[in-house]
């Protein structure tokens, strides 16, 4: 009965873990036994709360004359073997019930001092040392271009329009595409096959502008992802102008 019961805190732990900002990107990103002691860690903590919270609200007639009719009623429907557990039962049952709401208060009281979901996101990013999230990331901070191949050689331009969510089923990211294109199979060479005609917009900017450029927004998933790479406009259209002179040099030797 006891052990039945301590399984309510380590739920509500969980509970919590999943949705406050900083914890739940930091607990998609480990792996599962470090998530489930992360989750007990909470748990206890939650647990110890309300053990504290009871004793402190006691002292108010109120709450004592709530409780004392809640174990009143409970007891009426139980043995009295497992009447005795009650109290822990009450206290136990507590740490499930206040997780969601003290993680959305935890929630607001962050996004009002100034930590927004997206610190937190880059939190979880640095601590974890994830290089490809990284990139990710900071284009989507700063409004920059990403170049991404895929495992079939297919190359998109854009921008980053969102990061996965720990509650998402699949692992991927939002592109906004402004290019695409592929890479030879021998040569690894890019070549451009499709303009969107929204490259110079930022995400801001097409958003202010006109919702039909989101229609175009797609989702990669990482398992599909070879590399990413930030994309710099000025610096690839030097270098197409370079391979062309060359290509140039190549057809017409000098006589």
Known sequence: MEIALLLMPLVGGFFFAESSFFLRYQVAREDGHRRYFRSAAVGVLLFLLIFVARLWLSGFQWYGATEAWISQAVRASISPEAARHVPLAITCVGAILVAYPLAFVSNVALLIIGFDRDHWLARAINKEDDEFDSILFRCLERDQAVMVTLDNRKVYVGYVAGLWEPRSTRRGFGLIPALSGYRDQDTLQLTITTFYNIFSATIEEAAEGSSEQFK????????????????????????????????????????
């Open 216 to 255: 175009l927004e797609m989702m990669i998933p990482y398992s599909r992802v070879s590399t990413v790479a930030i994309f710099d406009p000025d610096a690839f259209e030097a270098f197409q102008a370079g391979r062309d002179e060359i290509s140039r040099d190549v057809e017409e030797p000098i006589q």
